[in-house]
């Protein structure tokens, strides 16, 4: 069975134009749902991550070293970047890992989806009952992406700093 879902244009910094799916007969974006869900029960580590999306997007251009790989031969990359790139996160005083994931796909260095999410429990994400669906997920629609690229469903402007697509366009999964 064919899952289908069209991009939503997130937000855009100097560096970087953020996107990210609605699946089909939601309202909201993976993303938004990500935001919603953590946005009370996760504050300090949602904070976390927004300000690393704002840093990467103003300050660096999405590096592939800042983000975090999961998985061996998956397209999807995670925020936060690894403790050794993110000294950052406080809580309750004391520098911590972030265990929060947001789950993502860095197109280039100046385009990156945005997914879905969640507290990582365990060492890899396929094992862990909190991401392992996120996980799939956003790798199920990264293929899918990645293939709209190759079929030129979705385009590079002249510059290569972002994307160009039909707005009817549906992704399948």
Not at 28 to 36: C, N, Q, R, V
Not at 66 to 93: V, W
Not at 117 to 124: N, P
Not at 151 to 173: A, G, P, R, S, Y
Request: proline letters at 3%; aromatic letters at 10%; one cysteine or more.
């Amino acid at each position: 069975m064919n899952t289908f879902a069209h991009i939503k244009h997130i937000g855009a910094y100097d560096k970087v134009s953020y996107y990210s799916v609605v699946v089909e007969n939601d309202e909201h974006s993976l993303f938004e749902d990500f935001i919603a869900q953590h946005k009370h029960t996760n504050k300090e580590k949602l904070y976390h991550i927004v300000k690393w999306l704002e840093v990467i997007g103003k300050k660096y251009g999405a590096q592939t070293n800042l983000f975090r790989p999961e998985g061996k031969n998956a397209d999807t990359s995670a925020l936060p970047p690894a403790e050794n790139r993110n000294p950052s996160y406080i809580e309750n005083g004391k520098k911590k890992a972030n265990a929060l994931r947001l789950y993502c796909l860095r197109a280039n260095s100046n385009v990156v989806f945005l997914f879905n999410g969640d507290i990582k429990t365990t060492q890899k994400a396929q094992d862990c009952p909190n991401v392992s669906k996120h996980f799939k997920l956003a790798n199920q629609i990264s293929k899918a992406l990645n293939q709209a690229f190759i079929e030129k469903d979705i385009l590079w402007n002249e510059t290569l700093t972002d994307i160009v697509f039909q707005t009817d366009l549906m992704i399948h999964f």
